[in-house]
């Protein structure tokens, strides 16, 4: 059946009419569409916070709130002494904030300030602040302090109000091993990794109580699920290099040593393993690297000095030897290292000079004339009784 011109037509403008309407569709569409939300980093966040907010302090804008959310940043970033700049800041401005005193309690306490820590925290109790968090800090604090009473009544309060908090069980973790329950302890800081599996304070005190008790794989473990999650922490490293050792692994634990120290190069008790450890295993190259960026912290230490003497003794450098053992009879006159590794020193220098000595005097010409082949030589006779002859022709007169 024949289509005539005019279906033709109505078929081709349906068609450019359908068009239409979908291009329209779609532009409508395309304005109205929600653009994807460009997803920052927690480090980024942080970053452009930080310039958000030192911007608004330099003008002048809530000084007092600016501050006490920058400090809340350096806090998360472990940045203690900056922080505590920052909420001093807030406190100077406004001093009957209770959020304020609470920053600084936990500001005071990150940096071993236990005393401060625990005025701050009870200024906020006083200011009307009853958080968890308030209350997990005050538990904290009187572990710390030796007061386990207080301290779980606290706590129990915390768990009360927010019973799947993962700071309320690493506190209760640590007062429970403090208290001698390692076990329980165990249990608790598991609770607290797994509810919040930043918690790297969680990680370490689990480390640590699971090496005490030997139980090394689940420590070793721990060790690496925290490594994993906190690449850049010297202290996961260090603690790697404390389980090597017990494992009776040296090497490797110098490898894990040598990261801490990577990390953080003036982390003392990193640098004094790979020393001791290098010294150890007879690595005495390794080892002075080690205990010269030690001397640079601790210079008057006599153990470092007669160390580094010990390893320029071992690998024959006897001048620098006696001048490390020498600073350390200074510091101490009665050392009996310093002094064994000097005796040691001349007893191998004089050794040195008679060999030297010997090797000088014995050419071919000496060695000829002192050749006893080529001398003859007659026995000596015993000495006899002497015989005197007597003339028998004599006779003697006798009257």
């Not at 309690?105 to 990150?110: M, P, T």
């Not at 329980?184 to 005490?212: D, G, M």
């Not at 990577?262 to 450890?277: G, H, M, R, V």
Request: charged share 25%.
């Amino acid at each position: 059946m024949k289509q005539t011109p005019e279906k033709y037509f109505f078929i081709l403008f349906l068609a450019a009419l359908t068009g239409l309407l979908q291009s329209c569709q779609s532009d409508a569409r395309n304005a109205t569409r929600i653009p994807p939300v460009i997803k920052k980093s927690r480090e980024q966040w942080q970053k452009d916070a930080m310039l958000h907010l030192t911007d608004l302090i330099n003008r002048g804008v809530d000084s007092d709130v600016n501050y006490f959310k920058r400090a809340r940043i350096y806090l998360e970033r472990e940045q203690y002494p900056q922080a505590l700049d920052d909420i001093n800041e807030s406190i100077y401005e406004q001093d009957n904030v209770s959020e304020y005193f609470l920053l600084r309690g936990k500001v005071n306490r990150e940096l071993g300030k236990i005393d401060d820590a625990l005025e701050d925290a009870q200024r906020a109790e006083a200011l009307q602040q009853s958080s968890p968090e308030l209350y997990i800090l005050l538990a904290d604090i009187l572990q710390a302090k030796n007061r386990f009473n207080e301290a779980a009544s606290y706590l129990n309060q915390a768990l009360k109000m927010a019973p799947y908090d993962a700071s309320a069980y690493y506190v209760k973790g640590i007062l429970q091993a403090r208290q001698g329950d390692s076990l329980a302890a165990l249990s608790s800081l598991n609770f607290a990794i797994n509810a919040n599996p930043r918690l790297l304070r969680a990680y370490e005190q689990s480390t640590v109580i699971n090496r005490k008790l030997k139980n090394l794989d689940r420590a070793l473990f721990i060790n690496s699920s925290a490594i994993k999650r906190f690449p850049d922490i010297a202290n996961l490293y260090f603690q790697q290099g404390e389980i090597f050792v017990a494992l009776a692994k040296p090497d490797t634990a110098i490898t894990s040593y040598q990261k801490a120290a990577q990390i953080n190069p003036s982390y003392e008790e990193a640098l004094f393993q790979i020393a001791d450890l290098g010294i150890r295993l007879t690595k005495y190259q390794q080892a002075i690297p080690a205990l010269e960026k030690l001397m640079k912290i601790r210079r008057n230490s006599k153990q470092i000095n007669n160390m580094m003497g010990f390893c320029y003794e071992k690998t024959g450098d006897y001048p620098r030897a006696k001048e490390y053992y020498g600073t350390a009879l200074a510091l101490s006159p009665g050392d009996q290292d310093a002094r064994y590794g000097l005796y040691r020193i001349r007893q191998r220098e004089t050794a040195s000079l008679y060999s030297n000595y010997n090797t000088d005097q014995g050419d071919e010409t000496d060695s000829r004339l002192l050749d006893t082949t080529r001398v003859r030589i007659s026995p000596i006779q015993p000495r006899g009784t002497t015989n005197i002859r007597v003339d028998s022709a004599r006779k003697a007169k006798i009257q």
